[in-house]
């Protein structure tokens, strides 16, 4: 049930997109709270495609930094749901390096059971790319033809079928049937930047030849293929960038949030300046996802344990009713958001549910997995 608080008189939006009217807080609550494992930390989060089942790839940490990687299915007809280890770093041999997985780690599925791990390595202070099967029992291995431990962030092309895997010095375009780099697009010439605390990318799902990530403070659109850094946007965030997203429907449109609590907008075509931006966050945005199907839809997730649904009105004169690419040629009066409060930890990592185009799912801190919807009501004023 939907509970409606006072109207909020924040002015979200900054740099002349002034909301008149904003909608209510909604507050909802999970369809299911389930904890994966006691004295546990749950931080990485992938949303499987497998068009079977809801099943999803949760990066568990233990006492004592052990690591395990765990597939979880969610029985949407019945609300159940059941989970079990698929990779177990803990068993690792004494004397041995034992990975890690935590906020900075990025889990990404190239199929229903061949994962891609980029783990962290407490030992030698580096990322480690691990390719993973849940055919060969638990078994793993390290990406040979990579000469860099430091991979902060990996990506997978859908046409291609090949990875995109992004460390502090560029991208390298892997085919990781071959164990070959295809090509490698340096952010410049110059010595390579300092650690980053997390690199983000994606790749724009309307044009696959655009990587667009967060490094540091910076932005990157790198064309590949022309293999060069086509745009670079200084200082986009006044801290680190957390979170880079294209949007789903637009070719020039995309996000990014950041450490300085600011989730911005973005227009490939005006790069220079974001045309929009939500600051009154409390905390870190470390997670922000687009609807899938509705791009005036996003949920994000910060450290303060605050999961947000961000809801942008239509607007007049848009022929496409769902896209904002025009975001900055217009004036948006209106947007809801919907506070979901039964977090009692941080939340570092969220997606959408792959066969529910209103449904989401979250990894909390304390190990809990959380599964979230749009409210009826809100659906029925995006659709209608």
Not at 29 to 36: E, Q
Not at 119 to 132: A, G, M
Not at 140 to 152: A, K, R
Not at 230 to 246: A, P, R, T, W
Request: hydrophobic share 35%; net charge negative; glycine share 4%.
């Amino acid at each position: 049930m939907l509970e409606p608080l006072k109207k909020s008189q924040n002015q979200l939006f900054q740099n002349n997109i002034r909301p008149e009217n904003i909608n209510e807080i909604q507050v909802n609550n999970s369809l299911i709270n389930y904890r994966l494992k006691e004295n546990a930390h749950s931080r990485a989060l992938s949303t499987i495609p497998d068009e079977n089942q809801n099943s999803f790839l949760v990066g568990l940490t233990q006492k004592g930094n052990n690591s395990e990687l765990v597939k979880v299915i969610y029985d949407e007809l019945n609300k159940k749901i059941t989970h079990k280890t698929i990779l177990d770093f803990n068993t690792e041999k004494e004397g041995k390096d034992v990975p890690q997985i935590n906020e900075i780690n990025k889990i990404y599925p190239k199929n229903a059971t061949d994962f891609l791990l980029n783990v962290f390595n407490s030992t030698s202070d580096q990322y480690e790319l691990k390719f993973f099967s849940e055919n060969k029992m638990g078994l793993y291995e390290s990406i040979s033809c990579l000469d860099s431990n430091e991979i902060f962030d990996i990506n997978f092309s859908t046409k291609s079928k090949n990875i995109f895997c992004i460390d502090k010095t560029g991208v390298k375009y892997v085919d990781i049937i071959k164990n070959s780099i295809i090509s490698e697009i340096k952010y410049s010439d110059k010595d390579p930047i300092p650690s980053p605390m997390k690199i983000s990318s994606d790749i724009s799902i309307l044009d696959e030849n655009v990587l667009g990530c967060g490094l540091g403070q910076d932005i990157y659109m790198i064309d590949i293929r022309e293999k060069k850094v086509v745009q670079k946007i200084n200082d986009s965030h006044e801290g680190s960038v957390l979170c880079f997203q294209f949007d789903p429907v637009s070719a020039f449109g995309f996000c990014s949030s950041g450490t300085d609590f600011a989730i911005k907008f973005w227009d490939m075509r005006k790069p220079k300046k974001e045309f929009g931006g939500i600051y009154n966050n409390s905390h870190w945005i470390w997670d922000l996802k687009y609807n899938k199907s509705y791009s005036n839809v996003m949920v994000t997730a910060s450290s303060s344990s605050l999961v947000r649904g961000i809801i942008f009105d239509k607007m007049e004169g848009n022929e496409d009713k769902n896209r904002i690419s025009n975001l900055a040629e217009k004036n948006l009066k209106k947007y809801s958001f919907i506070d979901y409060f039964e977090f009692e930890d941080s939340v570092y990592s969220l997606d959408w549910m792959k066969n529910d185009t209103w449904s989401f799912v979250a990894t909390s801190f304390n190990a809990y997995f959380h599964v979230n919807t749009i409210p009826e009501e809100v659906k029925n004023r995006i659709k209608f």
